[in-house]
Nanobody, 119 residues
Framework: VQLQASGGGLVRTGGSLRLSCVTS????????IGWFRQAPGKEREFVAA?????GNTYYADSVKGRFTIYRNNVVYLQMNSLKPEDTAVYYC????????????????WGQGTQVTVSS
């Protein structure tokens, strides 16, 4: 089972990035996918999730209205109006369960992709 996150980079405040999460080794449509992030010295925190049907999405309050999660054969996280506090390593993860907000809810994790927002 593999999840591959990509699309991170360096962007200025107010800019945009789109992260991608490509999966392999399991039935994609059987899993909901979440994005988490971890800044230096901080705990990993939930960012967004999308159910396996794509019909339901969930967001952390800090990113509502700025980030959009969606999926086809790949799960994307469109990040707009980026702020310096969005700087972190972003991870995608897969869960077969019905809870999405904590890292313990997820079965599989990808490596992270660095997002840096300069002021």
């Amino acid at each position: 089972v593999q999840l591959q996150a990509s699309g991170g980079g360096l962007v200025r405040t107010g800019g945009s990035l789109r992260l991608s999460c490509v999966t392999s080794g399991f039935t994609f449509d059987d899993y909901s996918i979440g994005w988490f992030r971890q800044a230096p010295g901080k705990e990993r925190e939930f960012v967004a999730a999308i159910t396996w049907t794509g019909g339901n999405t969930y967001y952390a309050d800090s990113v509502k209205g700025r980030f959009t999660i969606y999926r086809n054969n790949v799960v994307y996280l469109q990040m707009n109006s980026l702020k310096p506090e969005d700087t972190a390593v972003y991870y995608c993860a897969a869960t077969s369960g019905s809870y999405y907000y904590t890292s313990h809810d997820y079965d599989y994790w990808g490596q992270g992709t660095q997002v840096t927002v300069s002021s």
